[in-house]
């Protein structure tokens, strides 16, 4: 089993970054594609960005494509997201997920192994 705990949350103004971490348990991190989801209120969790478990390939939605970029380091069991450009519609609660499944075209097939998400919240 994976366990994972997000951080690097926190409020910032429109225009600025955060570069949010997931720091992952285990020997085999480096075996899962990882993704990030974000959960505004009252709306269902979306997909956000996911990279391969050897990190050679990563996917994003497209609202955010070109301002965020999803990374990892196996050897510290770490995938990244770092935010730049954050507009108030970024607003929402963040999660880590190891995939079960990260199909050839870039879909995701989430596992049940979810970080206990951050809160990031960007001001007008």
């Known amino acids: 089993q994976v366990q994972l705990v997000e951080s690097g949350g926190g409020l910032v103004q429109a225009g600025g970054s955060l570069r949010l971490s997931c720091a992952a348990s285990?020997?085999?991190?480096?075996?899962?594609?990882m993704g990030w989801f974000r959960q505004a209120p009252g709306k269902e969790r979306e997909f956000v960005a996911a990279i391969s478990w050897g990190g050679l390939s990563t996917y994003y939605k497209d609202s955010v494509k070109g301002r965020f970029t999803i990374s990892r380091d196996n050897a510290k069991n770490t995938v990244y997201l770092q935010m730049n450009s954050l507009k108030p519609e970024d607003t929402a609660v963040y999660y880590c997920n190891a995939a079960s499944r990260l199909g050839a075209s870039g879909n995701y097939y989430p596992s049940d192994y979810w970080g206990q998400g951050t809160q990031v919240t960007v001001s007008s």
């Open positions: 285990g020997r085999t991190f480096s075996r899962y594609a």
